[in-house]
């Protein structure tokens, strides 16, 4: 029964110190950006820290074996059921030192992991198991125990608890495994009583975490962004706040900021209208990301427009602005109107897979950020792309800034004219981000920037698109290679514009 006991622990610390690492990657890929490189950094980390575990295990007597497992797991579970809240009120409210809180974290949990199964297959050891039987049955739960929640993490834990949650549950359960192993090996244990009580405060503290885990996100996340926040939720792509201060709503996914209500009109009307004024024959528009509905929004407003395709691949994004009335106003009920459709997938794999023609197509995606977000400002990407526009169509991207992030700019630039297409680039300002760019293309259009609008518009003239397609000398065309989907230089270029901004 002891045995079987030990075994099952295994399944459930294993469990435990990947949800740790898969957590620490998550929260590192919102706050800082660049999923692959936060990933990679922390798995190193974190399997480097397990070997120093492992070979520090060792130096544990034979007969201390079990007392030191259950105070590796007490450990474990305060230190890793905490890592979530801690780690992101630390960015919160001092951002300065998370970084080195983050990777220390990451290290003191693989460690403590690392010398978890070292110490299970002794205690087995210990119990006359043939070393074979340790190692196959060790082994198997280990690794079980790392695909159950690899699966569970991103379908079900994430997107249903989030990752603060996720945290104090998963030190609940290495706590839950101290416990009964001070219960079932309690004849083998010296201080029987101190260890139980230490193990019962810890968990008493981790579950007042997990009930009150909304409240501390709240709290952390008004430190980060300041104001009021109307709604939040998180989702298996990202995190979605809502904040307001005054008249003043404001959109952030994965803390950074999307649109301002006070301005968005000056980004959706350069982005939308330029494009759609060139084309007053435009029946049909596919609108890629826009999951606010803003850019659709000014879409609807051509009487001649029929059909609106929206692919966003966040189906919280898009139900919020349709739901919530403070966000159904800013868009003017766009969901609603019966000519659009709203299609929750991946845009790359959805054009893959479906033969639609469109006369107009906006692209309106976050940053190029991360890979994920870098492949859909790829070749392969506008490739197909330009498959779905009919060759006196257009097409107009959101493309960062020309001024912040030039070298990305041009980088898009430069990737839509590898496929083909003919490119305008213009930029406008708007407050809330300051020089912001986009990038008209087309398959076979020669286009003009408009010298008037058939509907009125709250900053767009002939003077202000005169100026959105005029670039001063100081953000002037740079000669850039395009973005391979092998390589994604853009999320480079983008990273490296941006460091040289904070600098």
């Known amino acids: ?27 590192s890929s919102y706050l800082l950006g660049d999923s692959v490189l936060q990933f990679s950094t922390i798995i190193g ?3 480097f820290a397990m070997g120093v575990g492992a070979h520090f295990s060792k130096y544990v007597k034979d007969e201390d074996v079990l007392a030191r497992f259950v105070d590796i797991e007490l450990a474990v579970g305060l230190i890793g059921g905490l890592s979530a809240a801690v780690l992101f009120m630390t960015y919160a409210w001092a951002a300065a030192p998370f970084r080195t809180m983050l990777y ?9 992991v690392g ?18 039987e340790i190692v196959s049955k060790v082994l198997t739960f280990d690794y079980l125990g790392a695909l159950a929640v690899s699966v569970l993490f991103p379908l079900v834990l ?5 990752l603060v949650r996720t945290g104090f549950l998963f030190g609940m359960l290495n706590i839950g ?4 192993t001070i219960y079932v090996f309690r004849t083998e244990l010296a201080n029987v009583a101190g260890r139980l009580l230490r193990a019962s405060a810890v968990m008493l503290a981790l579950v007042i975490g997990f009930i009150g885990a909304d409240r501390l996100t709240g709290w952390g996340e008004h430190g980060l962004f300041g104001d009021e926040i109307v709604y939040s939720t998180s989702t298996p792509y990202q995190r979605l706040v809502i904040t307001r201060w005054k008249d003043d709503l404001r959109l952030y996914i994965n803390g950074n900021l999307q649109f301002s209500s006070r301005d968005e009109y000056r980004y959706h009307e350069a982005l939308v209208h330029p494009m759609m004024e060139a084309l007053p024959w435009a029946k049909r528009v596919l609108v890629l990301g826009g999951g606010d509905g803003l850019a659709l929004r000014e879409v609807l407003r051509y009487p001649q427009v029929e059909h609106v395709t929206v692919v966003d691949l966040d189906p919280a994004m898009t139900a919020a602005f349709t739901q919530r009335e403070e966000l159904v106003a800013l868009n003017k009920g766009a969901f609603r109107d019966k000519r659009v459709r709203v299609v929750n997938a991946d845009a790359a794999v959805w054009l893959q897979h479906n033969q639609e023609m469109f006369d107009a197509a ?3 995606f976050p940053d190029p950020s991360s890979f994920a977000l870098g492949k859909l400002y790829s070749v392969p990407f506008y490739g197909v792309l330009k498959k779905h526009v009919a060759a006196n169509g257009l097409v107009v991207v959101q493309s960062t800034s020309p001024f912040f992030a030039p070298h990305a700019y041009w980088t898009v630039d430069a990737t839509l004219r590898e496929v083909g297409m003919r490119t305008w680039p213009y930029h406008v300002y708007v407050p809330s981000f300051g020089e912001w760019g986009f990038i008209l293309a087309s398959p076979q259009m020669d286009y003009k920037a408009p010298t008037s609008y058939r509907l009125p518009m709250r900053f767009l003239n002939a003077d202000t698109t005169r100026e959105m397609f005029s670039f001063p000398p100081d953000m002037q065309r740079l000669q850039m290679a395009p973005n ?5 230089s853009l999320v480079n270029e983008f990273e490296q514009d941006w460091r040289r901004v904070i600098r």
């Open 484 to 488: 391979r989907l092998n390589t994604q």
């Open 104 to 112: 220390t974290t990451v290290f003191l949990v693989g460690a403590m």
């Open 362 to 364: 906006i692209v309106d």
């Open 158 to 162: 994430a997107p249903q608890l989030g």
């Open 177 to 180: 495994v101290a416990l009964w």
């Open 1 to 27: 029964m002891t045995k079987k006991i030990l075994i099952v622990s295994v399944f459930v610390v294993a469990s435990c110190g990947l949800a740790y690492e898969l957590i620490a990657g998550a929260l």
């Open 115 to 132: 010398m978890e199964i070292p110490l299970v297959m002794r205690a087995l050891n210990a119990r006359q198991t043939e070393f074979s």
């Open 45 to 47: 980390c974190y399997l």
